[in-house]
């Protein structure tokens, strides 16, 4: 299984960026989509998750902020960021998961800055 995410850049404080993963497989065969971030020297952490229910949640510093949301008929997942903050700088990653294996994309780097 291969993940490709796509969309990152530079931007300004208050702007938008739109971030899209394509998966080689069908996403309904997985249990959840998610996105993480990871900044210079911090650990990696979650922003969002999608299960196969439908479920939704976000991490607290971007909720109200970012939207995830799936895309069945390119397979894939998108995050929406909206109000984007210096503090969100990172290199964000797809992530998928299935009963017993979890897959990882590669990163998207994300600056933002004036």
């Known amino acids: 299984v291969q993940l490709q995410a796509s969309g990152g850049g530079l931007v300004l404080p208050g702007r938008s960026l739109r971030l899209s993963c394509v998966a080689s497989?069908?996403?309904?065969?997985?249990?959840?989509m998610a996105w993480y971030r990871q900044a210079p020297g911090k650990q990696r952490e979650l922003v969002a998750l999608?299960?196969?229910?439908?479920?939704?949640d976000y991490a607290d510093f971007v909720l109200g902020r970012f939207t995830i949301s799936r895309d069945f008929a390119k397979n894939g997942v998108n995050l929406q960021m909206d109000d984007l903050k210096p503090e969100d700088t990172a290199a964000y990653y797809c992530n998928a998961a299935q009963l017993n294996d979890e897959y990882w994309g590669q990163g998207t780097q994300v600056t933002v800055s004036s």
């Open positions: 999608v299960t196969k229910g439908g479920i939704i």
């Open positions: 497989i069908n996403i309904v065969d997985f249990t959840r």
